[in-house]
């Protein structure tokens, strides 16, 4: 699930923010800016009724504007954007507690996946057959 999730938010990103570089791992040299970096943080599932389970799964967006000196200003409007159109990610899964920070010449946004999943038990039919 991890990963098509990731998968769907580098898509989105790419649409909202075409020409802009994304990473889903941390670039040591050759950073190209303006980029985004996705990470994944510790996940969690909690037990609901039932079979119902719930799986929390935060990310962290980290963007590195093209031009220092226009940092706030690049930053600003990657953040509205960001903020319109990531509500939800490819109209399936809800964007939940978005919170941006401006960082270090960066901008850091923080948000949650919710997913609701149902644990399904194979029941073994026909155990234990015998040969005639």
Do not use: W
């Amino acid at each position: 699930m991890i990963d098509e999730l990731k998968t769907l938010i580098i898509a989105q990103l790419k649409s909202v923010f075409p020409g802009y570089k994304v990473y889903d791992e941390d670039v040591q040299q050759g950073l190209i800016t303006p980029a985004f970096i996705l990470r994944t943080l510790t996940s969690d599932q909690e037990r609901k009724l039932g079979i119902n389970l719930e799986r929390t799964y935060p990310f962290v967006i980290t963007f590195f504007p093209l031009d220092e000196r226009l940092y706030h200003s690049e930053c600003d409007l990657v953040n509205e954007m960001f903020y319109s159109n990531f509500l939800y990610i490819a109209d399936r899964f809800h964007v939940h507690n978005i919170q941006s920070e401006k960082h270090d010449r960066t901008l850091i946004i923080t948000f949650s996946i919710k997913v609701y999943l149902q644990d399904v038990k194979e029941d073994i039919l026909m155990a234990n057959l015998e040969v005639l």
